[in-house]
């Protein structure tokens, strides 16, 4: 399952593994063209330095969040009413589209800008906290790394954000450990 605010949480990339290499992602222009693209969320504006630095701050706070989700605390008052600052910064209208015959209810931003990307990265957000599936968003269990994901795993038993990287490398390292107290 995909969720908008996650893919934009892991706009910033560690590696976690090998060294220390950070790549902020928010200031590549064109990562964010493609991080819209599957979202249909097509922006009549261009990115500037200011509007990155207001999209830097959303993510501050959704990490922090989801850090706090991912630790059984509640939202507060105040992060709700952050929340709901990004929300009233963008009007819908609702639409019916005639796809080759199927109706589709849609909705259309008034103004398809850069607040209407930030509402709809809390409202991806707002669905998740909404529908009790709270459980399945997780941090990967290697602290160097902080990839956000959804667990779709039957038993939620999921800790690592790639078998392929990080678990093997955590089960490696403690594979080695063992064998050195051995
Ligand atoms: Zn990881």
Redesign the pocket.
Known sequence: MDFLFIDFLNSEWRD?IHDDSYIDRLDDTKWMNELLTPWELTINEGMTEEKIKRLKTLRALLRKLVIDVTHNQQLTDNDVNQLNDYLYCSLFLQEIRNESGNLRLTEKPVNPDWNWVMAKIVESFAHLLSNHQIGRLKI?K?EK?G?VFFDVSKNRSRV??YHS??GNLMNVRKHRERKQKK
């Open positions: 976690g990967c290697n790394c990839w690592w954000c990287n990080c």
